[in-house]
């Protein structure tokens, strides 16, 4: 006796969506906000890294210290060095922008395309907020003016920047 199976659906026949699920395109913007902040939030710390160092002075011919100025001297001169990383205000910065996007299309959004076009627009400032502070954080960084740092005052000046943190040591030139 032939066993009957259910009819196939026909792979080139239009789909139409299961009962239910009308917010189906809503759903799929926002997965794609998601994604975004996903990939932003991986991109961001992969590219941010930087180092930059200076060290005034170093070793003469007989392997003693020299200073800034070439002098022999009995003390190790100091050495700066900085490392670049992530800042937390552009996760911040993401994190609010996904979070005042959800909720202005809660509260204002009007249709599918209003919302639509919020999120999307939201997917867009990542990217951007992205870019930029990679951009603007490198720059910045190497424009940072290294050279003039004095190790006599042991310190160097390193104003808040939103968009990467910085680490400073200061230590002993070392053989």
Excluded: K, N
């Amino acid at each position: 006796m032939p066993t009957l199976s259910p009819p196939q659906p026909d792979a080139a026949a239009p789909r139409t969506p299961a009962p239910g699920l009308a917010g189906r395109e809503l759903v799929v913007q926002i997965r794609r906000l998601l994604v975004v902040t996903l990939v932003a939030c991986v991109v961001y710390p992969a590219f941010i890294g930087g180092s930059r160092s200076f060290c005034p002075g170093g070793f003469d011919a007989d392997g003693g210290f020299i200073d800034r100025d070439g002098q022999a001297t009995d003390l190790a001169p100091q050495c700066l060095s900085l490392q670049m990383g992530p800042g937390p205000f552009v996760f911040a910065a993401i994190a609010a922008i996904v979070l005042l996007a959800l909720g202005r299309v809660i509260r204002v959004a009007d249709d599918l395309e209003s919302a639509t076009r919020m999120l999307r627009r939201a997917g867009l400032a990542i990217m951007i907020v992205t870019g930029l502070s990679l951009v603007i954080a490198h720059v910045w960084f190497a424009l940072l003016p290294v050279t003039e740092w004095d190790p006599a005052s042991g310190s160097f000046f390193l104003f808040p920047f939103p968009f990467a943190g910085v680490e400073m040591t200061v230590a002993p030139l070392t053989p």
